[in-house]
């Protein structure tokens, strides 16, 4: 199936360091999602992009994709301990079919 | 608050068992989806379905099959249970594709399934 690979797989911060992890795919994506997984727990939403180019943001978090629409970047600003978990991104190759899911960047953040 | 239940979050079963995994959506979703999440591995997509009696395959449908008898219930079922599908299985469903995603997707909080 189509591939999207990301990186790093793990990120070791100190707490108030800025943190990024990359999504890249072989083919041109419709749109990608990013999804959080707390340690025990299951993928939860984040945010959407569907433009070439975009850039959005949620508080301490800012979300790019690319102008080829085949990579995407999450930025962290200042992580906190309550970011501690694995992003994981998802693009869909064309509509009507189920998302890629990313192997996820595991974050670990200490105070 | 919208759910997505999956029957049972733990499940230990033994070699060539038929195992049942359920899982209920209270949203009206017209997609739902079965993954399983290994470690370095990912979440893969085994099956989905995009209406009632419709199913995909996935990446990896091999020893699996599903059934999506009602809008809200999509059951995986592994028709002989082996050591290899001891893994952590992830239910999840979404509004039609056409819709964008408007709200990505909403996971169950998954059973862990041990074939011993």
């Known amino acids: 199936g189509q591939q999207v690979m990301q990186i790093p797989q793990y990120q070791h911060v100190q707490e108030g360091e800025d943190f990024t992890t990359y999504c890249n795919s072989s083919t041109t994506l419709s749109n990608i999602q990013w999804y959080k997984q707390r340690p025990g727990g299951h993928p939860v939403f984040l945010i959407q992009l569907v433009k070439s180019g975009e850039v959005k943001k949620q508080k301490r978090l800012t979300f790019q994709f690319g102008e080829a629409k085949k990579n995407s970047s999450l930025h962290i600003t200042a992580t906190q301990t309550t970011d501690v978990g694995t992003y994981f991104c998802?693009?869909?190759?064309?509509?009507?079919?189920?998302?890629?899911f990313g192997k996820g960047t595991s974050l670990l953040v200490t105070p | 608050d919208v759910k997505v239940t999956q029957s049972s979050r733990y499940l230990v079963k033994r070699t060539g068992e038929k195992v049942f995994l359920e899982c209920v959506q209270d949203m009206d979703h017209e997609n739902m989806f079965w993954y399983r999440q290994d470690p370095g591995l990912g979440l893969r997509l085994i099956y989905f379905s995009y209406d009632v009696k419709m199913k995909e395959k996935g990446d990896i449908p091999e020893g699996y099959s599903v059934s999506r008898e009602k809008k809200e219930r999509f059951s995986l079922i592994l028709e002989s249970a082996s050591t290899n599908q001891t893994s952590m299985y992830l239910c999840?469903?979404?509004?039609?594709?056409?819709?964008?995603?408007?709200?990505?997707?909403?996971f169950g909080s998954g059973t862990r399934l041990t074939v011993v």
């Open positions: 999840a469903s979404s509004w039609d594709f056409r819709d964008g995603d408007r709200y990505g997707y909403t």
């Open positions: 998802a693009g869909r190759r064309h509509s009507g079919y189920a998302l890629n």
